[in-house]
């Protein structure tokens, strides 16, 4: 792919453009991939126009004060620095800009032309690598957007499970590292939002597949639930730690209701991939079963309040029942519906 990008560029440059020795096409086509494999379009841009911009900037200051002088030399690593990192470019993408910055200030013969040659041959090789980096991207965008979506889910309801099992035994060690790994969680929701956006940048330009934008603005909704159902997932584990703190003894009734949130979660996190691949008219058939997963978590939970359990467990029910309004709007449902059935499951009558 590489080779083949600075091969291109090269040529676009000398025979298309005319250029003689277009050294930067196939640098910056390498440079430009190297960075940008993976990355959005947005970004490929960035880094497109902060390696060319590198090479203007070289070329405006030996214009000034001509090459192999240590004022150029001072001047162009100063200027190329500063331009690379005010488009956001990392350390290593940096370095390779200002070593192609440094060729035009020491090493490349002086041009007399008004046309900035050598900054069309970068723009030159960096459009070419964009265009190499959009071609090798997957071909089923949505696939990997799924797979991040289960990744987040499953995440959570490991973090959930455990919790429940640290409750069981009133385990306070293993609830404090339950909820360790639910404070790292939030990276992992993150990058969802990222995959979202690569998802539809990509099936955005893939006119052939345009229609499965639809799939990406459901994803998208679920995920800004999925984000409240993390963050509620950390309290719940948290209370886990203050549970086993408080407790002298396990708690097996609180711990099967969370076990079933647990379960509740993987259901519907499987749902959603078979409602993401079903035809529009049957996206909902495959998430009510993992509704009433959900809601089997919480008549489990409302059970515990009928025993007068401590505050804690209240707590810790409480939140159950906010993991569980969110697991309905993931699974599609309204807010108002998704109280309501939380509600009733919970056995309480609507204000």
Same mark, same amino acid.
């Given at each position: 792919?590489?080779?083949?990008?600075?091969?291109? =560029?090269?040529?676009? %440059?000398?025979?298309?453009?005319?250029?003689?020795?277009?050294?930067?096409?196939?640098?910056?086509?390498?440079?430009?991939?190297?960075?940008?494999?993976?990355?959005?379009?947005?970004?490929?841009?960035?880094?497109?126009?902060?390696?060319?911009?590198?090479?203007? =900037?070289?070329?405006?200051?030996?214009?000034?004060?001509?090459?192999?002088?240590?004022?150029?030399?001072?001047?162009?690593?100063?200027?190329?620095?500063?331009?690379?990192? %005010?488009?956001? %470019?990392?350390?290593?993408?940096?370095?390779?800009?200002?070593?192609?910055?440094?060729?035009?200030?020491?090493?490349?013969?002086?041009?007399?032309?008004?046309?900035?040659?050598?900054?069309?041959?970068?723009?030159?090789?960096?459009?070419?690598?964009?265009?190499?980096?959009?071609?090798?991207?997957?071909?089923? &965008?949505?696939?990997?957007?799924?797979?991040?979506?289960?990744?987040?889910?499953?995440?959570?309801?490991?973090?959930?499970?455990?919790?429940?099992?640290?409750?069981?035994? /009133?385990?306070?060690?293993?609830?404090?590292?339950?909820?360790?790994?639910?404070?790292?969680?939030? =990276?992992?929701?993150?990058?969802?939002?990222?995959?979202?956006?690569?998802?539809?940048? =990509?099936?955005?330009?893939?006119?052939?597949?345009?229609?499965?934008?639809?799939?990406?603005?459901?994803?998208?909704?679920?995920?800004?639930?999925?984000?409240?159902?993390?963050? /509620?997932?950390?309290?719940?584990?948290?209370?886990?730690?203050?549970?086993?703190?408080?407790?002298?003894?396990?708690?097996?009734?609180?711990?099967?209701?969370?076990?079933?949130?647990?379960?509740?979660?993987?259901?519907?996190?499987?749902?959603?991939?078979?409602?993401?691949?079903? &035809?529009?008219?049957?996206?909902?058939?495959?998430?009510?079963?993992?509704?009433?997963?959900?809601?089997?978590?919480?008549?489990?939970?409302?059970?515990?309040?009928?025993? /007068?359990?401590?505050?804690?467990?209240?707590?810790?029910?409480?939140?159950?029942?906010?993991?569980?309004?969110?697991?309905?709007?993931?699974?599609?449902?309204?807010?108002?519906?998704?109280?309501?059935?939380?509600?009733?499951?919970?056995?309480?009558?609507?204000?």
């Amino acid at each position: 792919e590489s080779a083949a990008a600075a091969t291109l =560029a090269w040529f676009v %440059a000398t025979e298309l453009l005319g250029h003689v020795q277009p050294f930067f096409a196939p640098a910056a086509a390498l440079i430009v991939l190297g960075q940008a494999r993976g990355e959005r379009i947005g970004r490929t841009v960035e880094i497109l126009l902060g390696v060319a911009g590198g090479v203007l =900037a070289a070329d405006l200051v030996v214009a000034f004060l001509g090459t192999r002088s240590i004022a150029a030399i001072v001047v162009v690593v100063l200027l190329v620095s500063t331009v690379t990192v %005010a488009f956001g %470019a990392g350390g290593l993408l940096s370095v390779q800009a200002t070593i192609s910055a440094l060729y035009v200030a020491v090493i490349a013969p002086p041009t007399d032309s008004l046309v900035p040659v050598r900054f069309i041959d970068a723009l030159v090789g960096g459009a070419v690598a964009l265009v190499a980096s959009q071609l090798s991207r997957p071909r089923d &965008p949505l696939a990997s957007l799924v797979s991040r979506t289960l990744h987040v889910l499953d995440e959570a309801a490991a973090v959930v499970e455990d919790s429940a099992a640290a409750v069981e035994v /009133n385990g306070l060690e293993a609830a404090r590292d339950v909820l360790g790994r639910a404070r790292q969680a939030d =990276a992992g929701v993150e990058d969802l939002r990222q995959e979202v956006a690569a998802a539809r940048e =990509a099936l955005w330009v893939d006119l052939r597949r345009r229609e499965r934008l639809a799939r990406v603005d459901a994803i998208e909704a679920a995920s800004e639930q999925v984000d409240y159902l993390v963050r /509620n997932v950390r309290v719940l584990s948290r209370l886990a730690v203050t549970i086993t703190t408080r407790s002298a003894r396990g708690d097996p009734q609180l711990a099967d209701a969370v076990r079933r949130l647990a379960k509740a979660v993987r259901a519907t996190a499987a749902a959603l991939t078979v409602a993401l691949h079903a &035809p529009a008219d049957a996206v909902g058939e495959p998430l009510r079963p993992a509704q009433e997963s959900v809601l089997d978590a919480v008549r489990a939970a409302a059970a515990l309040l009928a025993g /007068n359990p401590a505050f804690p467990a209240v707590l810790m029910i409480g939140q159950l029942r906010a993991c569980a309004i969110d697991l309905l709007r993931i699974s599609g449902e309204d807010r108002d519906a998704s109280v309501l059935r939380v509600e009733a499951a919970l056995g309480l009558s609507p204000e």
